[in-house]
Each structure stands twice: as C-alpha cells, then as structure tokens.
C-alpha cells in the first residue's frame, strides 16, 4: 500500500465519501506503522514509572507527527480525542479516535502485539476504521454498513455454537485499574476457564477483537476500557457479524462498564457465564460432572 496521502480536492475539502476516506485512513495508519516499525527491535529499558510514560509517549509522538496532519486534511472540521485512555460519550459532531501506538507497552518490549488504529465517530458512532499491524503488514478495515475486510478479503465471524468448544479471550484497560474491575476481571476469567475451551488473557483489546471479526476466536469480553481501546475492533467485529453487548447482555455504548463481543451462536451461552456468580459454577459442575 502505498505511504503517501492522496491529496485529492474531494478529501482536501472534507467532502470525500466515507469510502473514500477509509482508504485514506488505511494510507495514513500504514505510514504511521512504518515509522513505528523502524523504531521496533531493542527493548527499551526503565526503572521508573516516570520513564515508562516517556518511552511510550516518544512512540506516539512519532505516530502523531504523521496522522495529526494526515487525518486533519481529510476532516478538517473533525475534533480530536487528545486522551487515548478517555472513555465515555463525545460531544455532538465528528470526532477522530486514534490510538497511535495500540499495545505501545508490548512494542517497548519486543513483543508483536501492537498496531495503529484510527477510528472516525459521527455523533457517537464509530462509521470507519483502519488497523495497520506493522510487523506483518495487515491493514483490517470496516465501514459502518459495508462489512469488514482484511486487505480488501471480507471477514466473517466463526459460526460456532458451543462456548466448551470456543476459544475465548479478555483484556485489561490499563494496568492501574481500580481493584474491584481488577477482582471481576479474575473472577471472569476464572469462569470462561470452567466453561470455554481455552481462555486468551492479553493486551490489546483491539487485536482480540481482530481475531473476533476473522473468526478465529468466538467471543472477547472486557471490563472498562476507552474509547480508543474498544471502538475500532468493535466496528470491525460487528461489520464481520458478531453480537456486540456488555457483558450482561444489553446493547452496549461507550458508557456501558463491559464490553462482550461474540460469535452469534454463543453470545448467550458467554452471557450466561459472565453472569455467574462462583457458587454458581460449583452448583453446575456438579450438576454436569465436568471435569478439567
């Protein structure tokens, strides 16, 4: 794909079709990534928490330096989101959700795990995204009513509908979560581990919910998160079919306090185990006689 923006009157005057401007997106987010790629290969060391937060702003200044302009030429009226970890509703108009280094933490340590992810929302509703994985160089892309797609291929969720036989996968918002969220995230996973077939546990959001959309995975469930965090995979999810609610159930909005994405034929299977409560699951293993 090619790493110039298109300059095109239509895009420069922010009258492009939302088509159009997902291409364009995908162009910025791919310039982005390579610039970040070439920063990949050494851990990068720090003792402090002081020194981790310059690390990871050093890499999205980089990314920033080249979608801030790029996106901006595309929307000139489009706000920015200027707190990646922000969560909630947006004011009214179209907003720009970026995460210009998603799993930045794994990218510091020599970990695949990271890409960059741009996402517009018109009156609270996420209409494009484009996620670039720089080490394999995969863009996902999904507009609001056109599908998903994997450099151009469409994606479809897995058309399973056992949670025992599904692979199934959670993330944290950030690592200083309050310890109630942290103590529901244990006991969640220690649900899906009597329940699925096998639990991923992993940062970040947006990658599981990839694999969600591809049909790799059957079902992500999150609790908390931002807007950067969840909105791009839960576009890309829901274009690919998936059944997107919280965790129990309910339609799901950037203010809601979990986040579930699945597969439709185990979206109530997942809700149900979400749902439990521990003596719960020792009432149904005795009841089934499953054991690990």
Known sequence: MPETVQNTDAAAAGTASDADLLAQTAIAVCAAGSALRERFGDMVRY???????????????????????RLGLLRPDARWVQDELAGGALPPGEW????????????????PEWAVTATLVRENQPVLTAVHLPLTGQTYTALAGAGAHLDGRPLR????????????????ARPDEDEAIV??????????????LVVRTSVPATLHLLNVAAGRIDAFWQFAGARADLLPGALLAAEAGARISDAEG??????????????PGVHAQAVATLSRRPRDHKQRITSTGRTR
């Open 183 to 196: 103590r529901r995230i244990g006991s969640s996973i220690t649900a899906m581990l009597l329940d699925a």
């Open 157 to 172: 969720v897995s058309e399973t509908t056992s949670l025992g036989l599904s692979i199934v996968a959670t993330s944290q």
């Open 250 to 263: 309910r339609p799901w909005t950037p203010q809601s306090e979990s986040f579930l994405a699945t597969a």
């Open 47 to 69: 003792q402090t928490r002081e020194e981790l937060m310059r690390a990871l702003a050093a890499n999205d200044d980089v990314a920033l330096d080249i979608l801030r302009p």
């Open 96 to 111: 720009w959700v970026v995460d210009p280094a998603e799993g930045n933490v794994n990218h510091l340590h020599v970990l």
